[in-house]
């Protein structure tokens, strides 16, 4: 394992914007934050005032990406009426994942790989990812690289749990879920996914889809993301490892989680 290589060339923030479509996995329950989804889809909880899908949609608007997709399940008329108030100038569309409570976030992505996303470069980003604005460019900038793809990684802390990966020159060698992760894995010296990933247009974006339905198909339908991903791997696909370089991040995910992310993001309302 190698530490992730820094690119110092200057950044091009919003490279290939026009030709890229983002696709924000927005249809779960949000269960394990309790009662702060009572009321409201997991993306439209607060982080220092200000819900997580406002900050993700503003993050897209300056990298200059026009083409949206929401997957939308649980309280999807409240998301889509919060873009429709908030964000009305947005172009987003929706699929609905009508069972968000059966399926994981590998059928919601499947949804929204229509017939013409494989045109397009795909930025796939996780609907409870809080960023400090512009951490989306420096993956973005890897549509010029050659790449198939790129993911924003963070280095290990203790604090951190769900998927690691492992990097070697540059590149991610091993995307390991935690359900699928052995005693041997070398999590000290691995990265935790930040779940922002840019997957470019044509090949790459095809064996994406492909994968997607496989891991559908082997794993059923409630097999997380992070099995597409991993069997892409080894399948090959060269996926760069971007760091966060000590940007602000965080994936909220439970209560304590929401009280460390808006502790982050406090002076960013």
């Known amino acids: 394992m190698t530490a992730i290589s820094k690119d110092d060339s200057p ?27 009572d009321d409201r889809p997991k ?4 982080v220092a005032g200000r819900p997580i899908l406002s900050r993700m949609l503003d993050e897209l608007g300056g990298q200059g990406i026009t083409d949206i997709v929401i997957a939308v399940g649980y309280r999807a008329d409240d998301i889509r009426r919060h873009v429709a108030e908030h964000h009305p100038a947005a172009s987003v569309r929706f699929v609905e994942n009508e069972r968000y409570l059966q399926t994981g976030s590998v059928c919601s992505l499947a949804l929204a790989l ?10 796939i980003v996780e609907g409870d990812v809080v960023l400090e604005p512009g951490l989306c460019g420096p993956v973005l900038r ?5 790449f198939d793809a790129a993911t924003l990684l963070a280095p290990y802390e203790p604090a951190l749990s769900g998927t690691f990966a492992l990097v070697e ?4 060698v091993a995307w390991t879920h935690e359900s699928r992760r052995g005693p041997g894995f070398p999590l000290t010296q691995s990265y935790k996914t930040v779940n922002i990933t840019l997957v470019k247009q044509g090949l790459p974006a095809r064996r994406l889809r492909d994968a997607v339905l ?5 794993c059923g339908a409630t097999a997380p993301l992070e099995y597409a991903m991993q069997a892409l791997v080894v399948d090959g696909l060269r996926i760069a490892a971007v760091p966060v370089d000590g940007a602000r991040w965080y994936e909220v995910d439970t209560p304590d989680e929401l009280a460390i992310a808006n502790g982050l993001f406090a002076a960013t309302r």
Do not use: P, S, Y
């Open 11 to 37: 950044a091009r923030l919003g490279a290939g914007a026009g030709q890229t479509r983002a696709i924000i996995l927005a249809a779960g329950r949000g269960t394990r934050l309790k009662e702060n989804t």
């Open 43 to 46: 993306c439209l909880v607060a």
């Open 114 to 123: 229509d017939d013409d996303a494989t045109d397009r470069h795909l930025l």
């Open 142 to 146: 890897h549509i010029d690289t050659a």
């Open 169 to 172: 020159d540059g590149r991610v």
């Open 214 to 218: 496989a891991t559908i198909a082997a």
